[in-house]
Nanobody, 124 residues
Framework: EVQLQASGGGLVQAGGSLRLSCAASGFTFGDYAIGWFRQAPGKEREGVAY????????IYEDSVKGRFTISSDNAKNTVYLQMNSLKPEDTAVYYCAASLRSFGSSATSDYRYWGQGTLVTVSS
C-alpha cells in the first residue's frame, strides 16, 4: 500500500520555525521526485518546494526561497521541509506529493501520490 504521511504542522508565531516531515512507503522512493504543496483557505493548492530523490536536486518557488529548505533522508524514505522566518501568509495545509515523471512541477496533475496534509498556522 502506497502511503505518504505528512506531519509536523502546528501553531507558531511569525518569525518562528517548523519542520515538516513526509514519510513514504509502498513505492520505490529513489525513482520519484517529491514536492511540498500548500493550500490556504479559499485558495488553490500551490507548489512550494521540490526535491529529486535520486540526486538531491532542489527547486523552490519564489515565495519561500531563502526561508524554506527541502531535504531527504533516503535511508528513512523521508523528505523534510524546514521552514524558517515564517509569515502569517504561510498559513495553510501543507501536503507532500510524489511524481514519477516530473521534477519541479507545480501542476498537481503531475503527482501520482499525495499525503493527507498537515496544518501550519502562523500568528502575527
Amino acid at each position: 500500500e502506497v502511503q505518504l504521511q505528512a506531519s509536523g504542522g502546528g501553531l507558531v508565531q511569525a518569525g518562528g520555525s517548523l519542520r515538516l516531515s513526509c514519510a513514504a512507503s509502498g513505492f520505490t522512493f529513489g525513482d520519484y521526485a517529491i514536492g511540498w504543496f500548500r493550500q490556504a483557505p479559499g485558495k488553490e493548492r500551490e507548489g512550494v518546494a521540490y526535491i529529486k530523490i535520486s540526486d538531491g536536486s532542489t527547486i523552490y518557488e519564489d515565495s519561500v526561497k531563502g526561508r524554506f529548505t527541502i531535504s531527504s533522508d533516503n535511508a528513512k524514505n523521508t523528505v523534510y521541509l524546514q521552514m524558517n522566518s515564517l509569515k502569517p501568509e504561510d498559513t495553510a495545509v501543507y501536503y507532500c506529493a510524489a511524481s514519477l515523471r516530473s521534477f519541479g512541477s507545480s501542476a498537481t496533475s503531475d503527482y501520482r501520490y499525495w499525503g493527507q496534509g498537515t496544518l501550519v498556522t502562523v500568528s502575527s
